[in-house]
């Protein structure tokens, strides 16, 4: 039974951290977003983010999307300076043309940093994309 089971893999869906200025806190932040570069909209999101290295860890945070656009985006969470230095994981999962889609995204310890910058697809910014 489960070798008929098909999740394929997410394609045209990313995940991107962008530095942005943030008007709360009067400093430039890095955010977490959650891009859909297809043409069709994606639904039933799921984003369940950790971050690791070695013996240090952060708490899995969980959270739902029930809809997004095709060609749209959705900021998701913030990255501290401290969390730049591990290793940071995003496990999504959407439904879209009637099938379950999954993909691991992963930046990888010091790869959110201003040198690493370029143009996103649908932001018109610039950032870093999840491995």
């Known amino acids: ?22 008007e709360n806190f009067l ?4 955010y977490v977003y959650l891009i859909n570069n297809r043409l069709t909209p994606i639904e039933g ?22 809809w997004l656009d095709g060609e749209s985006y959705q ?3 913030l990255i501290t ?3 730049v ?3 940071n994981e995003f496990f999504v999962t959407f439904f879209a043309d009637k099938k379950l889609y999954e993909r691991r995204f ?4 010091y790869t959110i ?7 996103l697809p649908i932001l018109e910014s610039e950032g870093i994309l999840a491995k």
């Open 81 to 83: 300076e401290e969390l």
């Open 113 to 119: 940093a201003e040198k690493n910058a370029a143009p």
């Open 45 to 66: 999101i799921i984003i369940v983010s950790k971050g690791y290295k070695n013996d240090t860890k952060t708490s899995t945070l969980r959270r739902s999307l029930e």
């Open 106 to 109: 992963i930046f990888e310890p």
């Open 27 to 30: 400093s430039k932040d890095w």
């Open 75 to 77: 900021k998701i969470e």
């Open 1 to 22: 039974m489960r070798k008929d089971i098909e999740i394929p893999i997410a394609e045209n869906v990313y995940v991107a951290a962008v530095n942005e200025w943030d």
């Open 85 to 87: 230095a591990i290793e």
